[in-house]
Structure formats: structure tokens, C-alpha cells
């Protein structure tokens, strides 16, 4: 095979340039004929079906609304019931100076950027107490918190969820200071 040298090309464009290596490549036998027939692509698998577990049950020695948010998150239900009195208005305002009371730290800690363990776990806390005791979005509890987006609340809630006894004591005495603040707003 002999393969003759040409002069320099000059290419209007990209196209013509891409159609010129192409021809050179035929010319060559290093381009595949293509197919004139459409192949199909070969069709996925269905995915396995999900197996459908009971959800887990509460540990008895866990605070109520512990429970309650394990419940929330293994399932489809989205009323949770809680303990507290019906006369008294609990925000996310007064949920996060009760955590921040509870936690030791300083109320701007936890609408803050810090990320420190102790601050992380008291806004986990937080975010567990907004959905049990209030009826708002994690969207909107992350506006609260510092304008976070909804998927740090609902990664806060699994982290609840899914080692419920780190935050079983901080969980207990913030449920306590809300419980004396209702008796004492009521």
C-alpha cells in the first residue's frame, strides 16, 4: 500500500475538517463500515424489587419524641402525635433556645456556620424537635437554621435515626426545659 503525500489543506471549518480525516481514514481501511441497519441497544434489567421490612421498633428506654422521629422516618405517616399540651405555641424559635439552653451554647451557635461536633449534634437535636413538634417542611426549618437547605435537615434527621442513643441525653433535657416551658406558658 502506498500512500500518497498532498499539500496542505486548508479547512473552511470544523466539519470539513472532520469529514476530510474521515475520507483519509477510509482510504486507509481504518474506519469501520457502519452499520446501515439501526441496532438497538440492549434493555436493562429491571431493578430487584424493594423488600418491604416492618419498621423498626423504638427502643423503650429512648425519649418519646425519639421514638416518634424513628417512626416518622420508617414511614409514610406525616401526623406525629406528641405530648404537649395543644395551648401552647412551640416555634422553631424556642425550640432552638431551648436546644441551645440544654447544649450550653450560645443561641447564634446554632443558626451559625461553625461546625464543630458538640454544635453539630445540639442542631441534629434541633431539626429532630422542629418536626415532631412543629408541622413545618425541612425546607422550612432550614430557613431558620441559617437559610440551610433541606437536605442538611433530613441528614440531620437520618443521623438521629440512625444512632438514636448519641442523642438520646441531649434529646431528654431539651424535652424537659420544653415541657417546663409549657407548663409555665400555659
Known sequence: MTIEA?????????????DHMRAVRKRLGMLAPQPSVYVRPLALPAPPP???????MPDPLL???????????????FEIET???SNVKITVAVIIETVAKAALLPVSAMTGHRRAKEL??????AYALCTTHTHLTAANIGRHFGDRDHST???GLDCVAAKPRRYAALLAKAEAILKQRG???G
Do not use: C, E, W, Y
Open 153 to 155: 435537615i433530613l441528614h
Open 63 to 77: 425519649p418519646p419524641v425519639l421514638a416518634s422521629v424513628l417512626t416518622l422516618k420508617n414511614s409514610s405517616r
Open 183 to 185: 407548663a409555665s406558658h
Open 83 to 85: 405530648s404537649q399540651p
Open 50 to 56: 424493594k423488600s418491604v421490612l416492618p419498621p423498626p
Open 6 to 18: 498532498s499539500a496542505a489543506k486548508t479547512f473552511t471549518g470544523r466539519d470539513d475538517m472532520l
Open 120 to 125: 453539630v449534634a445540639a442542631r441534629f437535636v
